[in-house]
């Protein structure tokens, strides 16, 4: 059985956007590390690969998500500031309102669960890939994953479906 990726299961270790150390590692999850003009690695796929679309697709609303949970820090940030600066909280509350904190709150968790959505996609296809293409049963791969099988059935079945609906390209990897 070969080793998963390490991002699809419970042991990934998040990466948290604006760390400064993480930021620099070449090999941080978050870091692109396409190499522009230059020829393909070598076992690379072509650009129709499905896994790659949905990594890029993952990685945008991940990226969406970073920004949209951002502007929820700056606000509560703001709302600290205004507070340390006045006990009045009447000031707080105007100040909520004036700034819209609940659109930018809604804002943050709608990124957030577009990007979980978009992540379980990726595992959804990356497990039918590895039982129809690759081999692998159900229980290896939860077993890999640290998972229980009956959800990476889910996600078997999740996958079959996604690859079903956006044609061959995927269902034939």
Same mark, same amino acid.
């Given at each position: ?58 990685e945008?609303?991940?990226r969406?998500?970073?920004?949209? &949970? ?24 105007? &100040? ?78």
């Amino acid at each position: 059985m070969r080793t998963l990726c390490p991002w699809i299961g419970p042991r990934a270790q998040p990466t948290i956007v604006g760390v400064p150390d993480q930021q620099e590692d070449q090999h941080a999850p978050c870091a692109d590390t396409r190499r522009s003009g230059s020829e393909p690695e070598q076992g690379s796929r072509s650009d129709d690969d499905w896994l790659v679309d949905a990594l890029e697709q993952a990685e945008a609303s991940g990226r969406r998500a970073a920004v949209a &949970l951002g502007r929820s820090i700056d606000w509560l940030a703001e709302l600290r500031r205004e507070r340390q600066r006045t006990p009045s909280l009447e000031a707080i509350l105007e &100040l909520r309102s004036a700034r819209d904190g609940r659109a930018t709150r809604r804002a943050a968790e709608d990124a957030f669960h577009e990007y979980q959505r978009a992540v379980m996609e990726v595992r959804a296809l990356l497990i039918r890939a590895l039982v129809d293409e690759g081999g692998s049963t159900l229980t290896e791969i939860a077993r890999e994953m640290s998972v229980s099988r009956q959800k990476v059935a889910e996600l078997y079945r999740v996958g079959r479906s996604l690859s079903e609906r956006n044609g061959p390209a995927e269902a034939d990897g």
